[in-house]
C-alpha cells in the first residue's frame, strides 16, 4: 500500500507551521546575507588554510609533488599556495571575486589530475585517499563555477 506525498507533513513544513502557530514570524530572507557570508568563510577559509599549509609544511608537500614527477616542485607548490591563499580571501570578504574564483579553478584544475590520480595507484588504501581527494576536488570546482553565476557585489562584500 502506497502513501500520499504530503510536503506538508515534512518535519521542515512541520516546523515551519509551528513557528506560524507560535507567533514567530519565519522569513528566511531576512536572514540569507548572513547565510551567504557564513558560505562564503567556510569556502574561502578552506582555501586559506590549504594556502597556509602550502608554506608551513613546504618541504613535506614539495616532497609528494616531485614524486608525482611534476618539475619544479617546490616553485609550484608556492605557486599554488599563493593561488588557493588569494582566491579564498578573496571569496571570503566579496572582493574582485571573478579573479580569487579563475585563481581557486587555476589550481583545482591541474592539482585534480596531477596529484589526485587515484587510477594509477595499485595498493587499496592510497587509491582510496587520493580518490577521496579528487572527488572532494571535483565537488569545490564544481562549487567554484557556480559562484561565477552568482550576481556582483555580493552581499556583505566590497
Not at 43 to 71: C, D, E, R, W
Not at 126 to 135: E, K, Y
Request: charged fraction near 10%.
Amino acid at each position: 500500500m502506497c502513501r500520499k506525498f504530503r510536503a506538508d507533513k515534512l518535519p521542515a513544513s512541520w516546523a515551519a507551521g509551528m513557528a506560524r502557530e507560535l507567533g514567530a514570524d519565519v522569513n528566511l530572507n531576512d536572514y540569507w546575507p548572513y547565510l551567504f557570508l557564513l558560505g562564503r568563510v567556510l569556502y574561502g577559509g578552506f582555501f586559506i588554510l590549504g594556502g597556509l599549509n602550502h608554506f608551513q609544511h613546504l618541504g613535506m608537500m614539495s616532497g609528494f609533488t616531485a614524486s608525482k614527477g611534476v618539475p619544479g616542485a617546490k616553485a609550484l607548490v608556492i605557486f599554488s599556495g599563493l593561488l588557493i591563499l588569494v582566491g579564498g580571501l578573496s571569496v571570503t570578504v566579496g572582493w574582485h571575486v571573478r579573479i580569487g574564483l579563475a585563481c581557486i579553478v587555476l589550481f583545482l584544475v591541474p592539482v585534480t589530475f596531477l596529484m589526485h590520480n587515484y587510477w594509477v595507484e595499485t595498493d587499496m588504501m592510497p587509491r582510496i585517499n587520493q580518490r577521496v581527494n579528487f572527488q572532494k576536488n571535483i565537488a569545490l570546482l564544481g562549487a567554484a563555477l557556480m559562484m561565477l553565476a552568482i550576481p556582483r557585489p555580493w552581499m556583505l562584500g566590497f
